[in-house]
């Protein structure tokens, strides 16, 4: 142990240097909140749905969640039912077992309902595409208003992909 710790004081710790910051990332939290209020009169709600994935898209989601993004914070949370919903985040590609477990989740979403497909599996199958066991991408079984590419794309773009889906409720 001694001899490690002489190597540290020694050597000092070795590391990278951090990451330069990246002003395009960043958002501006208190006109999301306004924009989510103008659209929806309260915070966000999402249901996430896993249809058949590798999970490496909800490890993604998850990451929302984390102090770096805070989307919490933004006035965006999840919820554990569908009826408490205004919005469903969708990954993988369908699976036949999970098509009316979807669409049932989908059915109990109240008006107006926002879907994004969140992956390259959730908007185009990826690499399962349509079989005996997978319908393939999530819009060959409800209607999807964004959809968000990537194997799996970074937290920030699914968050794009759901402000996205709010402007255009908002449009439409």
Same mark, same amino acid.
């Given at each position: 142990?001694?001899?490690?710790?002489?190597?540290?004081?020694?050597?000092?710790?070795?590391?990278?240097?951090?990451?330069?910051?990246?002003?395009?990332?960043?958002?501006?939290?208190?006109?999301?909140?306004?924009?989510?209020?103008?659209?929806?009169?309260?915070?966000?709600?999402?249901?996430?749905?896993?249809?058949?994935?590798?999970?490496?898209?909800?490890?993604?989601?998850?990451?929302?969640?984390? !102090?770096?993004?805070? &989307? #919490?914070? +933004?006035?965006?949370?999840?919820? =554990?039912?569908? *009826?408490?919903?205004?919005?469903?985040?969708?990954?993988?590609?369908?699976?036949?077992?999970?098509?009316?477990?979807?669409?049932?989740?989908?059915?109990?979403?109240?008006?107006?309902?926002?879907?994004?497909?969140?992956?390259?599996?959730?908007?185009?199958?990826?690499?399962?595409?349509?079989?005996?066991?997978?319908?393939?991408?999530?819009?060959?079984?409800?209607?999807?208003?964004?959809?968000?590419?990537?194997? !799996?794309?970074?937290? &920030? #773009?699914? +968050?794009?992909?759901?402000?996205? =889906?709010?402007? *255009?409720?908002?449009?439409?």
């Amino acid at each position: 142990m001694w001899r490690i710790l002489r190597q540290i004081a020694r050597n000092g710790i070795r590391s990278e240097a951090p990451p330069a910051g990246n002003d395009a990332l960043r958002v501006d939290g208190e006109q999301i909140q306004r924009e989510i209020l103008a659209i929806l009169g309260q915070a966000l709600s999402i249901r996430e749905v896993d249809a058949g994935s590798c999970n490496a898209c909800e490890l993604e989601i998850n990451a929302l969640n984390n !102090p770096y993004y805070n &989307i #919490e914070g +933004l006035g965006i949370r999840f919820v =554990a039912s569908p *009826r408490h919903a205004d919005m469903l985040l969708v990954t993988g590609p369908v699976a036949r077992n999970m098509e009316l477990a979807l669409r049932r989740t989908y059915e109990a979403t109240p008006a107006p309902k926002l879907v994004v497909a969140v992956g390259d599996c959730g908007c185009d199958g990826g690499i399962f595409g349509e079989g005996y066991a997978s319908c393939g991408r999530v819009a060959n079984v409800i209607p999807v208003d964004v959809a968000v590419p990537g194997c !799996p794309p970074e937290p &920030i #773009e699914i +968050l794009r992909g759901i402000l996205t =889906a709010v402007r *255009r409720g908002r449009q439409g």
